[in-house]
Structure formats: C-alpha cells, structure tokens
C-alpha cells in the first residue's frame, strides 16, 4: 500500500514537472477543458438562482390558491387569443356563486387590472400598474404592510378613494421620502385623488424587472376607473393543500354550469389555473436551455479530449528516449502507463477546477446584473471536476498504453 502511494506520488510529481516544462502546450490544452466545465457551472448556477427567484416571485400564493378567468395566464398562439376574447366576462356574479355554492373554498378575493399614470405635486410616473382589488387579496397573495393600514371592506363598499403603494413610488414620486411620511398624502391616479393609507413590503425584482411598481385600490374603485363590464379575475384560497383539487374541480362545475356546458364540450368557457400552469410553462423553456448548454459543453470537453490526447502523442514521440531510458533501469509498463495517464488527468481536472471557478464567477457577474440570487451548489462543481476526470481518462488512457508498449531498446535509439 505504502509503495503504491509512493509511486503514485513520484508519478504525479513527473506529469507537474511535464506539464510545467512546456506551459504554452499546456495552456492550449486547458482551453477546451475549461469552455466546457465554464459552461455547465454557469448555466446550471444561473438557472438554479433563477429557479428560485421565479418560484418564489410566482407561488406566493403557495400551493392553496388559483385563479378564475377569461383567458389563461399564457396564450401560445393567435388563434387561442381569439378562441378565448370570445368567451363571457368573467363577473361579480360569478364570484358570489362560487363563495355561495363552492363547499372546499376558503376564502374568495377579485381583482381587476390596469395601468395609470400616477402624480403627486410636480412628480409623476407613467406606466404604473393599477390594481382594484378586494381586501382579501391582501392574504390571498401574502401582501403585507410595512407603514400605515390596508383599507376595510366597508372603506372599499362606501366608494372611497384610497391606496396602498408600492415602494418604487417613493422614489419615482415622492423623492425617496420614507414609508411613514408618506402615509395620508395623496396622490393622483389617472387624474383621481386617491388618499395613500399605506406602503407595501417590497416584492423585490425577478429577472430584472421590477415588482414594486403598482398601486392597489379598492375593487370598487378599479371598476370606477377601468368600467365594470370588464372581465375580472377571481382568486380562491383554500384551508389545506388536501382540499386544493376538490375546490378547483368544484369552481370548474359552478362556472360550466353557468355558462351552460354540456358534458363532452372540451372548453369550460373559462380558464382555471394556479401559478404552477406559469412554472410548468417555464420549467420547459429552462429544461430547452439545460439540454443545449450540455450540448455545447459535450462538444467542447470533446475537442478538449482530443486536443489532450494529440498533445499526450506528441509528448510521447518527444519522450521516446526518456521512456527507453526508464525502461532499461527497471521501470515497468505499468509504471510508464501510470506516468502518462496521471499527466492527462492533471491537466483535464486542472482544466476542470478552473472551469468552475471561472463559471461560478461569470455566474456571479450575471446575477449582480440581473437583480437575482446565485445558487452555489456543490453537486455541480462535483460534476465539473469528476467529467474532467473522466474526460483525461479516456483522452490519455491511448497515447499512455502506446508510451508502456513502446521496446526499451529502439526508443534509446530513437533521435
């Protein structure tokens, strides 16, 4: 055991003294090793900090919670637009049908949608997202406050005209006042006064784009300002995951009902979804950018592999003579596969820790840009080395097997 340690390590000390000896060589063969790994860290540590920003930005409303409405939260193509603009508007009626007729539903919230240009003195923001909503969406959602109050259902029913913010308008309109201070001023909302009576917990950003840009008024008020024939989105909550399939498989038979679909009609003449129709839709995309990234890394970690073994023949030929030499003073065949075989995987797993090291900082680079988290895993970096290992395995086991085979006597011959 000793021995073999020992000569493990006097073989490892020959390949770095090899590898050091002709550093442009071994510079050029890293190159392709490193692309590689490079571009397997990056992609699965962007995409896994990805993955958990978009998760936790799309299922805040966890696994107890989906939506009722007109059309789909993604339409792939123009003829199901046009399929689903003919549908009927999605209205309060059919959110007091289902609070009074769905048994496994918990807690029913509306919303209705829009954009403003939104004022306040001589500052204003356009662009602003403008959401009328009931109270309950504030649980619904998990939306907290973080200064002042959310408005009451009687607020809301008496018609008054009231918000609360996003904190992008602190900056965008009020000149980066605090929460607090902001609380009871007013502002204007497509030409409305609107009291401010609170300021949202910042949401954050996902993939850039900001989430904090919005002002919440009451259902009412959204009606008022974007007219109440316009389809709405209905939320429903439910108390347990266990109950969530009934409720939504209830909901789905009280809005068929009411639109009058007969068992076998393939369209509910609504769409009823949770976030995990979004997620599934996004898993694709990212599954797509996996499969291609793994595809361009397999061909460079190739052509790295034959650059290596090209580079181990060459070496070979050059030491002919060392090999004779070694051969003639005892050195066994498996001492000179042993030698050349570590040289190769020095190189590629040295290939390979620099390709995740230069992955994980290009993924670093990109998330601060992004606005998003990075997921360091050590699985991946696993990965990296141990195909790196494997890669100089493979590249090097050949030109080691030719060097061992070669006759101790023609290779002192050799010039």
């Not at 190159?31 to 699965?44: K, M, R």
């Not at 070496?315 to 000179?336: C, F, M, N, P």
Request: proline letters at 2%.
């Amino acid at each position: 055991m000793y021995a073999t340690i020992l000569l493990l390590k006097e073989s490892f000390k020959l390949a770095v003294q090899s590898l050091r000896a002709n550093m442009l060589r071994t510079v050029l063969t890293l190159i392709g090793v490193i692309v590689g790994v490079t571009a397997v860290i990056a992609v699965v540590t962007i995409i896994s900090g990805l993955d958990t920003t978009v998760s936790n930005a799309f299922s805040s409303q966890g696994s107890t919670a989906f939506s009722v409405s007109k059309r789909p939260i993604v339409i792939t193509s123009r003829e199901d637009l046009i399929k689903f603009n003919k549908r009927k508007d999605v209205t309060k009626e059919d959110a007091d049908a289902i609070q009074r007729l769905c048994r496994s539903c918990n807690r029913i919230g509306m919303a209705i949608n829009g954009s403003g240009l939104i004022k306040y003195e001589d500052n204003k923001s356009e662009g602003v997202s403008v959401r009328g909503m009931t109270p309950s969406m504030f649980d619904i959602e998990n939306v907290t406050i973080q200064a002042g109050r959310r408005w009451t259902d009687q607020e809301g029913v008496g018609g008054r005209n009231v918000c609360v913010i996003g904190t992008d308008l602190l900056e965008n309109v009020f000149n980066g006042r605090s929460a607090d201070s902001v609380v009871g001023e007013t502002l204007r909302v497509n030409g409305i006064p609107y009291e401010v009576l609170g300021v949202a917990t910042p949401f954050g950003k996902v993939l850039g784009f900001t989430r904090d840009n919005f002002v919440y008024i009451p259902f009412q008020a959204g009606q008022r300002m974007f007219g109440s024939r316009n389809s709405i989105t209905i939320h429903v909550q439910v108390a347990s995951q266990s109950e969530f399939e009934t409720a939504k498989d209830e909901v789905r038979a009280i809005m068929r009902n009411r639109r009058g679909k007969k068992f076998g009609d393939e369209d509910d003449g609504v769409s009823v979804e949770s976030q995990d129709a979004f997620l599934s839709i996004y898993s694709s995309a990212t599954s797509g950018i996996y499969a291609a990234t793994i595809a361009v890394a397999a061909v460079s970690l190739v052509v790295g592999g034959i650059v290596v073994m090209n580079i181990m023949l060459v070496s070979v030929t050059e030491r002919t003579k060392e090999i004779g030499l070694r051969k003639a003073v005892g050195a066994k065949r498996s001492d000179i596969l042993l030698q050349f075989l570590i040289e190769a995987v020095t190189v590629t797993v040295l290939g390979g820790v620099l390709g995740v090291l230069v992955g994980y900082g290009l993924a670093w680079l990109m998330s601060l840009a992004l606005g998003f988290p990075v997921a360091f895993k050590a699985q991946s970096a696993i990965m990296g080395v141990g195909v790196s290992f494997i890669v100089g395995i493979v590249s090097g086991l050949y030109p080691a097997m030719r060097a061992s085979k070669l006759d101790p006597i023609e290779a002192m011959r050799n010039d």
